[in-house]
Every structure is written in structure tokens, then in C-alpha cells.
């Protein structure tokens, strides 16, 4: 008997086995951040958010774009708040100014991030997924992923209610 995986498993997309591991991660708690158990985080808003987003690994940037197979940042955070059952506004900006802001100490997995220019207008959004990293749809020729917080200034922080 071999122990070579089904043909079938080796031709799955690339993308599936993001969505597939990164749901798993979830599960596990790799994503959760000191603040939540990964228990609370599944079952929080946020932490559903956080899955969501988790599923559109893999999936185009599009600018304009709400899902559910192409997103631009903000039209990501949309979609996967309306999956946990929360409403948010459609553009990154219009996101800041209608959540409260936050301290980076109580940062939680599912907490937006919002990244501002030096003029201070909102430019970029993710959703945070614990360990200083977001998923987020970053730009053209790029596709929905979890990455590392690349700003240390000119981020604030929001929680979804």
C-alpha cells in the first residue's frame, strides 16, 4: 500500500491549500493575540472577520472591487465583516471615521488597521490577524494575503463593534 498522497490532492490549487492552512492556523489559535483566546476570537465578530478573510487568500485585487472573488482593502473588510454580521462603511477612510479608534495595547485579532500618509488621510486597510500581521488586499497585480505590518508610524487602530 502506498503513502503517496491522491493525485487529486497534488493538483489542488495553490490557492485552496492558503485557505486550508490558514483555517486551520485559526483553529489552532495561531492568530489569535494575547488579548483572546482562540476560542473567544471564533466566536467574536472579530474573530469571524478574521475567518473570512482567511478564505479569500489567494483571490485578485481589484480596485473598486467588494468580493466575493476580487477585493480592493477596504471592499475586503467590508465583506468580511458582513460575513460576522456587522455593517461597515465602503471606503478605507469612511471605515476610520466610523469605528472608534483604539490603543496598539488593546489591539485584538479582527481590529482594523489603517494606514494614513503624511497629510493624514486614510490610504490602506487590513484586518489585524494577531502576531503583528494583517490580511489584507494590497494593490494590482497582487492577491489577498496575510503579511507582516510593514508601519510602525502613521497606523491607528479600530475595533468594529
Known amino acids: 500500500m502506498s503513502s503517496a498522497l491522491p493525485s487529486t490532492v497534488l493538483r489542488a490549487p495553490a490557492r ?17 493575540g494575547p488579548a483572546a483566546s482562540s476560542a473567544e476570537a471564533a466566536t467574536t465578530a472579530g474573530g469571524k472577520a478574521v475567518a473570512a478573510a482567511a478564505t479569500r487568500a489567494g483571490m485578485p485585487y481589484v480596485y473598486g472591487a467588494t468580493g ?13 465583516y458582513r460575513q460576522a454580521g456587522r455593517t461597515l462603511p465602503r471606503t ?8 472608534p479608534k483604539i490603543p496598539t495595547k488593546s489591539l485584538q485579532p479582527g481590529d482594523l488597521v489603517f494606514f494614513h500618509s503624511s497629510s493624514g488621510s486614510v490610504y490602506h486597510v487590513g484586518i489585524y490577524a494577531g502576531n503583528w500581521q494583517i490580511w489584507d488586499a494590497p494593490k494590482p497585480g497582487r492577491v489577498v494575503s496575510k503579511r507582516t505590518i510593514w508601519a510602525t508610524s502613521g497606523v491607528t487602530w479600530g475595533r468594529v463593534a
Do not use: K
Not at 68 to 80: K, V
Not at 92 to 98: G, H, N, T
Open 92 to 99: 478605507a477612510a469612511q471605515q476610520r471615521a466610523a469605528i
Open 68 to 80: 466575493p472573488t476580487r477585493f480592493d482593502c477596504s471592499g475586503l473588510t467590508q465583506w468580511s
Open 16 to 32: 485552496m491549500l492558503l485557505v486550508l492552512v490558514a483555517s486551520l492556523a485559526l483553529l489552532a489559535g495561531f492568530s489569535a
